[in-house]
């Protein structure tokens, strides 16, 4: 570069007009997708969850019931080990996927909360999904087909079909 280009891009200011109006427009763009991913979360209040096996509902837990009365069992194939009876506010149920193949959820009453803690597949992706706190959230197991959603959770379709 000559000394007079040198001496031209020193004399010139750092951003020109197009340049500030390039990142005004980029600024505007996230402000808008930020508001518009945070302002439309469900804020309805958390009420339970519905487990899915295959896209067949397999039990379903209602925290406004609370304890085991909130737990139902909807598929009759033994699938489900509920335990008889809990003691304080956290419980598990082990739902048979096929097979031997099983995902164990943990259900906090006093926190509202329901996650995945043992699973037997070899991706563990479930295991290590955050816990469904709210109507925003999903638990999907992949290798076992295995779906747990929130009762208010809205799932936009075009046509009929299973999207998740």
Do not use: W
């Not at 379903?60 to 304890?67: D, H, P």
């Amino acid at each position: 570069m000559s000394l007079k280009k040198v001496e031209i891009v020193k004399t010139e200011k750092g951003f020109k007009l197009p340049d500030l109006m390039v990142y005004g427009v980029i600024l505007l763009l996230v402000a808008a997708l930020f508001i518009a991913i945070f302002a439309t979360r469900n804020k309805d209040p958390f009420q339970g969850v519905q487990v899915y096996v295959n896209n067949t509902a397999v039990m379903s837990y209602n925290f406004n019931k609370g304890g085991l009365s909130g737990l139902e069992v909807i598929a009759k194939d033994g699938s489900v080990e509920a335990p008889e009876s809990i003691s304080g506010s956290v419980f598990t149920v082990k739902v048979r996927t096929g097979g031997e193949a099983y995902n164990i959820i943990e259900i906090n009453q006093s926190a509202r909360s329901v996650r995945v803690i043992e699973a037997d597949c070899s991706s563990h992706d479930c295991v290590y999904t955050p816990a469904i706190k709210d109507n925003n959230g999903i638990i999907f197991c992949s290798p076992h087909r295995l779906r747990i959603i929130p009762f208010n959770f809205e799932v936009e379709d075009d046509g009929g079909n299973q999207l998740i």
